[in-house]
């Protein structure tokens, strides 16, 4: 009898002790599964972070439809509207089989004219080899000076009557300080080999001579950017005293102008214009990978005491 009950005993603790293993074996799988569920999860966030993955809304099988490149901001080399940026997602825009008509959406109040200029005759290259698909601009709150000069090299320019459009103008700026610098007894000593090293140095007193070459050198750059406003709005541009001279006219003055063909947005006219309801975005998108060089970047110039040059050049 008690080796019945032995023989009972042992097999009930086999069956427990079996039991058990299972029990953390299948413990041990769902961890591992879990882990990995929660590790392939934080690699999609960080390949999406970094614009691996999910780097543009084009999908294939999208059909015909219209390609809209976003143009958001300054103009200029660090920033989302740079020629780094513009030209790839136009460059892509026009490439697929699929687009009817590209629309540029401006909201820009100008910037460099070196990256416009890039902008512009890459729009440009772009119409003439691709001469049937239609560029279309369509102007947000402001398309003005630099935003202007890479506008004008579109089919047509469509604007809200509320927009802000021209300033058609180029300027440099800077600082003078030799007054301050006076009052507090602080003495420049400026070093330079070559007469014009020191170019409106914002410590030292303005140099006429400088001054009038900076000017002309200006006055050559705005004259580049009137030959292509001309060339780019043709006989629809009525030009006044006014039309070169900087000013902004609204939306609804800019169409009486020539300066913009009509009114629109990017619906209205992937809808009614380009026929392609259909609206795919080609934008490059800034990702985490990107923003964080900018920002380690800039602290490290910072650090080491570098700033932008205050007389820089620009069509705002």
């Not at 961890?31 to 691996?52: H, S, Y």
């Not at 398309?143 to 090299?153: D, L, P």
Request: one cysteine or more.
């Amino acid at each position: 009898m008690s080796d019945q009950n032995n023989n009972w005993e042992r097999a009930v603790l086999e069956k427990l002790a079996t039991s058990a293993l299972q029990e953390q074996r299948l413990a041990r799988h769902w961890g591992i599964f879990f882990k990995m569920l929660t590790l392939g999860f934080m690699f999609t966030v960080l390949f999406i972070a970094m614009g691996w993955i999910g780097k543009s809304e084009v999908a294939l099988g999208t059909g015909k439809h219209t390609a809209l490149v976003d143009m958001q901001g300054v103009i200029a080399s660090d920033s989302m509207a740079s020629a780094d940026n513009l030209i790839p997602s136009l460059q892509d825009a026009f490439e697929d089989k699929n687009t009817q008509g590209v629309i540029l959406r401006i909201n820009s109040p100008g910037g460099s004219p070196v990256q416009a200029g890039q902008i512009n005759d890459e729009i440009r290259r772009l119409r003439a080899k691709y001469p049937k698909i239609p560029l279309y601009v369509v102007v947000d709150d402001i398309c003005a000076s630099g935003g202007y000069y890479v506008a004008v090299a579109a089919d047509k320019i469509f604007v809200d009557k509320a927009s802000l459009i021209g300033s058609i103008g180029v300027l440099m700026d800077g600082f003078g300080f030799t007054g301050t610098m006076a009052k507090l007894g602080v003495e420049r000593r400026l070093i330079t080999a070559g007469a014009n090293k020191g170019f409106l140095d914002p410590f030292s007193p303005l140099n006429p001579s400088q001054q009038a070459y900076a000017r002309q050198m200006v006055e050559e750059i705005h004259q580049q950017f009137i030959d292509v406003v001309r060339k780019g709005r043709g006989k629809r541009l009525k030009e006044t005293p006014d039309t070169f001279s900087g000013l902004v006219w609204n939306g609804q003055r800019s169409v009486e102008l020539g300066l913009a063909d009509g009114f629109g947005t990017v619906e209205s006219v992937a809808r009614d214009v380009i026929k392609a309801e259909s609206i795919v975005d080609y934008t490059v998108k800034e990702n985490f990978a990107d923003r964080l060089a900018k920002r380690f970047g800039v602290g490290v110039m910072s650090a080491l005491g570098f700033s932008a040059h205050s007389n820089g050049v620009s069509l705002r």
